[in-house]
């Protein structure tokens, strides 16, 4: 079955900074990825997400990049402000659907 | 507000008991997921029914079960509860099977005493 790697688990940042995290994957089947933000007290929120055949993707201050060959696929966040501040959660999704464990991100003002 | 509908919002209750987790899709989607989320740690994938039909399994275990009904809603059951259950539980639904564009419920919050 797939196995979703995400690191790091926990990434604190300076306000304004820019924030990465990355997921591997192990399913050559997998065909979208997307991106879920977790606030405290809430349901996940998908924010993004990218399909297996683009190898960028960008929405504002977030973008995601996918290396299909290398299997893996990252999250930006750009001028990082308080309220990006959540638990983020990457995902693999072909044959079945698989998160990652998530990374709690926190953003100092 | 994703759409998704999840009651109760919180749960209390005893060893050994039953409790069923209602949830309510978004309106026109048919498939339902129902994850289980401990503390500290990520989302384990439990069940997906789609349209009234099982279409997926995760860590489900044999004391807990769910259905969907005629009209889309789930339930999950959880029975024999032990002190490891308690943990939030979330509801999601997508479009018909597009599993990477899930709306997440609020979520049912869980105490086994």
């Known amino acids: 079955g797939e196995n979703v790697e995400q690191h790091p688990s926990t990434l604190s940042v300076q306000e304004g900074d820019s924030a990465v995290i990355k997921c591997t994957y192990s399913?050559?089947?997998?065909?979208?990825f997307p991106w879920y933000k977790q606030e405290l007290g809430k349901g996940p929120q998908l924010i993004i997400d990218?399909?297996?055949?683009?190898g960028e993707k960008k929405d504002q201050r977030i973008a995601v990049t996918l290396n299909k060959t290398a299997k893996h696929f990252s999250l930006h966040i750009t001028e990082t402000q308080p309220e990006d501040s959540a638990v983020y959660f990457c995902?693999?999704?072909?044959?079945?659907?698989?998160f990652g464990t998530g990374t709690s991100l926190t953003v100092i003002p | 507000d994703s759409g998704v509908t999840q009651t109760p919002k919180h749960l209390i209750t005893a060893t050994g008991q039953r409790v069923t987790l209602r949830c309510s899709p978004r309106s026109g989607d048919l498939s339902v997921y129902w994850y289980q989320q401990s503390l500290d740690q990520g989302l384990q994938f439990l069940i997906h029914y789609y349209n009234g039909e099982e279409r997926a399994k995760g860590n489900i275990l044999e004391r807990f079960s769910a259905q969907q009904f005629p009209d889309l809603h789930s339930e999950l059951n959880l029975s024999s509860l032990e002190l490891g259950d308690s943990a939030l539980y979330f509801c999601?639904?997508?479009?018909?099977?597009?599993?990477?564009?899930?709306?997440f419920g609020p979520g049912t919050r869980l105490t086994v005493t």
């Open positions: 399913d050559s089947a997998s065909n979208y």
């Open positions: 990218i399909r297996s055949n683009v």
């Open positions: 995902a693999a999704t072909g044959n079945q659907f698989y």
């Open positions: 999601a639904s997508s479009v018909g099977n597009r599993e990477h564009e899930q709306y």
